[in-house]
């Protein structure tokens, strides 16, 4: 089946550094691919999307690229700050016929101190 | 526009009764999806609607189970007879119809079963 497989965290990071959070998908059809954020005490949201191979997506300096010879979608940005501190989750979506339902990884949990 | 809204936002109840959660959808989407979120895990799917006709249920989604949408607006899903292992987040999103389905998220119902 279909499946999302995300780097496991905790994440720990000081302000200004780098973030990489990887992100690899098995997926039977040719899937659109997604980076949820949830911070603390609200719902999920979307951060970037792309759709088809070489796509970036991009958000709030945020960055990832879908990469189908390596079924991969890495979540980096080059400045975390201490408001970047949440749950990330990366995402599928396959059209079976209407259903655009996501498979989810795991989460990765950032923290971000100053 | 105000969102995805979910209530109860939190829910105890004993093992062995019903519980009843009320979603309601950005009001011109005409897609709602039902997802569970487990302490650590990503959200897993469990019913999908296009306006009022549930069209794909997950086999997570037993027979104490039930979803609806009456007319095509806000969605209840029911739980009968719960079970501790029914502790969960259970999440609402809701999306238009049209190219890649972004799908927009509610804040949750935390539902703990004692």
């Known amino acids: 089946g279909d499946s999302v497989t995300q780097m496991e965290g905790p994440v720990t990071l000081s302000e200004e550094a780098f973030l990489t959070i990887n992100c690899t998908y098995t997926?039977?059809?040719?899937?659109?691919l997604f980076w949820y954020v949830q911070y603390p005490g609200e719902g999920l949201q979307l951060l970037l999307k792309a759709t088809k191979a070489d796509d970036k997506g991009s958000n709030k300096g945020f960055e990832a690229t879908y990469r189908k010879e390596t079924t991969s979608f890495h979540l980096e940005k080059g400045s975390v700050q201490v408001s970047d501190s949440a749950v990330y989750f990366c995402?599928?979506?396959?059209?079976?016929?209407?259903?655009?339902?996501?498979?989810f990884g795991k989460g990765t949990l950032l923290t971000v101190n100053p | 526009d105000t969102g995805v809204s979910q209530d109860p936002r939190h829910k105890i109840t004993k093992r062995g009764q019903n519980v009843t959660f009320r979603c309601d959808p950005i009001?011109?989407?005409?897609?709602l999806y039902w997802y569970r979120q487990t302490l650590g895990q990503g959200p897993e799917f469990l019913t999908y609607?296009?306006?009022?006709?549930?069209?794909?249920k997950s086999r997570l989604l037993s027979d104490r189970f039930s979803a609806e949408r009456p007319k095509g607006s806000f969605s209840t899903l029911e739980i009968q007879r719960t079970e501790q292992g029914d502790s969960a987040m259970y999440l609402c999103?809701?999306?238009?119809?049209?190219?890649?389905?972004?799908?927009?998220f509610g804040p949750g119902t935390r539902l703990t079963v004692t």
């Open positions: 999103a809701s999306s238009l119809s049209g190219s890649i389905d972004e799908q927009y």
């Open positions: 009001s011109e989407h005409n897609r």
């Open positions: 997926a039977t059809g040719y899937p659109s």
């Open positions: 609607f296009q306006n009022e006709a549930q069209l794909e």
């Open positions: 995402a599928l979506s396959l059209s079976g016929g209407s259903n655009y339902k996501l498979t």
